[in-house]
């Protein structure tokens, strides 16, 4: 099976979870990471599942707005936060609006802070709801990988990740044999 996975990352979270699944996915199936600014039609195209994901910004998914503060963030003195290489490219909420449809099979995560969803917000949540718009018959539920306050991956997050992706895996029809 062809696996594409669509990321959003601004501090590098996401797209070590998004490396994680890919881990979990990959035995017996040809799996892609790209960041949202790469993912083209031509990428998705032919794609047995595709796997989309992104931070959590104020209780939702990011906007241009909130995308620029994480910069912001970034720039100041004193913080230990380094910028993803694909934090300047556009978002999952800008690339899900251009997307049109696609036939295939998908999956929604994201990274948000460690607490009550009902508190911190889940990105996923909203991610698979456009998934499903845009013609992705959602593989299984909306999952969250959490990071502490000070912008780390929770202990066992990438494992977790990975399990996942396994369990996405499982969830995959057998591919066809050719002829």
Do not use: C
């Amino acid at each position: 099976m062809r696996v594409v996975i669509v990321y959003e990352s601004m501090f590098g979270n996401t797209h070590l979870i998004a490396d994680a699944i890919a881990k979990g996915l990959g035995p017996g199936n040809r799996v892609s990471v790209v960041p949202v600014a790469q993912a083209d039609r031509d990428v998705l195209d032919g794609a047995d599942l595709v796997v989309a994901g992104g931070p959590t910004h104020v209780h939702g998914m990011s906007r241009a707005r909130s995308r620029a503060s994480a910069v912001e963030m970034a720039h100041k003195d004193g913080n230990h936060l380094t910028l993803d290489p694909s934090a300047d490219g556009p978002g999952l909420r800008d690339w899900l609006a251009g997307l049109g449809q696609i036939h295939a099979r998908g999956a929604a995560f994201d990274t948000r802070i460690d607490g009550m969803a009902m508190v911190t917000g889940r990105a996923s949540k909203t991610i698979a709801k456009l998934l499903e718009q845009h013609g992705l018959a959602l593989l299984a539920p909306a999952e969250s990988f959490l990071v502490t306050k000070d912008n780390q991956l929770r202990p066992g997050e990438q494992y977790r990740a990975e399990q996942w992706g396994g369990e996405l895996a499982a969830m995959l029809p057998a591919a066809r044999p050719a002829g």
